[in-house]
């Protein structure tokens, strides 16, 4: 895995370190009123819109079907597609925090690679007890043991200070740091016994939640790639890397305050991730 992809790409990931741009708010009291500006829309603009959308539906249809070829002569009906949830229970309890007893199979390697995606989004990863933990649990034994160390030195004191946390990964009295990876969906790229790789494409949150933050919470869309082998009796990752998108236009939806945002933060919790 490439340090650079997962921790030094910038504050851009969710849970990984960088350099991160401070945004000043036109008035204190809130960052995330008057900070952000409703982009006025034409009619051109939703007229370009509309005609995307019907291309898209339009495509959609004539290319709709079940996933396998069906026999013309044939009355079968069609196959549920490859995204449908099979209702399967994806995991059979946790260990640090981390969903474990993953099926030994595909089902299994996408539901462990979804919820391995949502451990480290974390805030945990920016706590060294929690952040090694995480690793541990997640990573094949000498992968994890390779990795702390560099990111025990990315997670540094001057990193998580221009992030507006303490040298223990603690936001400020009155804040709420904000770190969260929301799956999408995933993608079996390939599959073995022994191993697989699987995407996981997902929408994140990062950012500082607070009357005095400078950057405030935003979103950002990436697609996680997780290379897994089946060790002892589970899904471990051996490799992972990250790239930017897909990503859709931007809602016109209104930009919470920050006391919105921290009080969802802190009454919404997440979910086990299946396919």
């Known amino acids: 895995m490439s340090n650079d992809d997962q921790y030094g790409g910038g504050y851009g990931e969710v849970g990984g370190t960088g350099q991160t741009r401070t945004r000043l708010p036109d008035s204190p009291a809130d960052p995330y009123g008057p900070t952000r500006r409703t982009p006025r829309t034409s009619r051109s603009l939703i007229t370009v819109v509309g005609v995307v959308v019907l291309l898209i539906a339009a495509i959609a249809f004539a290319n709709s079907g079940p996933d396998t070829p069906s026999d013309p002569a044939s009355d079968k009906p069609p196959t549920d597609s490859s995204t449908a949830a099979t209702g399967t229970n994806p995991v059979t309890g946790k260990s640090a925090g981390i969903p474990k007893g993953f099926a030994h199979d595909e089902q299994g390697a996408q539901s462990a690679a979804a919820n391995f995606a949502v451990a480290l989004g974390?805030?945990?990863?920016?706590?060294k007890n929690t952040r090694h933990a995480l690793v541990d649990g997640i990573y094949a034994p000498e992968v994890a043991a390779r990795l702390k160390g560099p990111q025990d030195e990315a997670y540094s004191a001057d990193f998580l200070a221009k992030l507006g946390l303490d040298a223990n990964g603690n936001?400020?009295?009155g804040s709420t740091f904000v770190t969260r990876t929301v799956p999408i969906g995933t993608r079996v790229e390939s599959y073995t016994p022994a191993g697989a790789k699987v995407?996981?494409?997902?929408t994140g949150l990062i950012g500082m939640s607070g009357p005095k933050s400078t950057d405030p919470v935003r979103t950002l869309w990436k697609t996680w790639t997780f290379e897994l082998s089946w060790i002892g009796d589970s899904w471990r990752v051996v490799?992972?890397?990250?790239?930017?998108g897909p990503a859709p236009v931007p809602g016109d939806v209104p930009v919470s305050t920050s006391d919105d945002m921290s009080k969802a933060i802190k009454e919404f919790g997440g979910f086990t991730y299946a396919r």
Request: hydrophobic content about 30%; proline content about 5%.
């Open 122 to 127: 974390s805030d945990g990863m920016f706590k």
């Open 239 to 244: 490799d992972d890397t990250q790239q930017d």
């Open 199 to 202: 995407a996981v494409w997902y």
């Open 171 to 173: 936001a400020p009295q």
